[in-house]
């Protein structure tokens, strides 16, 4: 049986691999999500996670904190279900780690049916992306 966990180890969390990440990452936006990723440049740490994420709902299009906190709680479930299949086995095959965000990008509260939907799609997109733009090779 598998086990679906997110980790504090998979989370990101440090404010300057967070900075470097706006800063220096690559994005794109498959609706209703913005996606930003970058590969580390220093090596993982004992005990660091390949796949670290950051779940992001701002406050400008959500207004009221309990729906914000709604719809990152859909997401994080969402992403915990779906990450082992989609995002997992993808990075550890290619050995490499990868640091991303997610950010919800619409002013309402989607159903979760959709939010999961969706973040599969934004996940595979991302291999896709990471693959065309670190290990070289084109989807």
């Given at each position: 049986?598998?086990?679906?966990?997110?980790?504090?180890?998979?989370?990101?969390?440090?404010?300057?691999?967070?900075?470097?990440?706006?800063?220096?990452?690559?994005?794109?936006?498959?609706?209703?999500?913005?996606?930003?990723?970058?590969?580390?440049?220093?090596?993982?740490?004992?005990?660091?996670?390949?796949?670290?994420?950051?779940?992001?709902?701002?406050?400008?299009?959500?207004?009221?904190?309990?729906?914000?906190?709604?719809?990152?709680?859909?997401?994080?479930?969402?992403?915990?279900?779906?990450?082992?299949?989609l995002l997992s086995t993808f990075?550890?095959?290619?050995?490499?780690?990868?640091?991303?965000?997610?950010?919800?990008?619409?002013?309402?509260?989607?159903?979760?049916?959709?939010?999961?939907?969706?973040?599969?799609?934004?996940?595979?997109?991302?291999?896709?992306e990471y693959t065309g733009l670190y290990l070289?090779?084109?989807?």
């Amino acid at each position: 049986m598998k086990k679906y966990t997110f980790r504090k180890e998979e989370r990101l969390c440090n404010k300057t691999f967070i900075d470097g990440l706006f800063h220096k990452g690559s994005s794109f936006v498959l609706y209703p999500f913005r996606i930003i990723f970058v590969k580390p440049e220093l090596p993982l740490q004992e005990g660091e996670s390949k796949v670290q994420v950051l779940i992001s709902v701002p406050k400008r299009r959500i207004k009221k904190a309990s729906d914000r906190n709604l719809i990152k709680r859909r997401i994080r479930e969402a992403y915990r279900l779906q990450k082992a299949e989609l995002l997992s086995t993808f990075f550890e095959q290619v050995n490499q780690p990868v640091y991303f965000a997610i950010q919800y990008l619409p002013n309402e509260i989607l159903e979760f049916d959709i939010i999961s939907e969706k973040l599969a799609d934004a996940l595979l997109k991302l291999c896709s992306e990471y693959t065309g733009l670190y290990l070289g090779e084109i989807d």
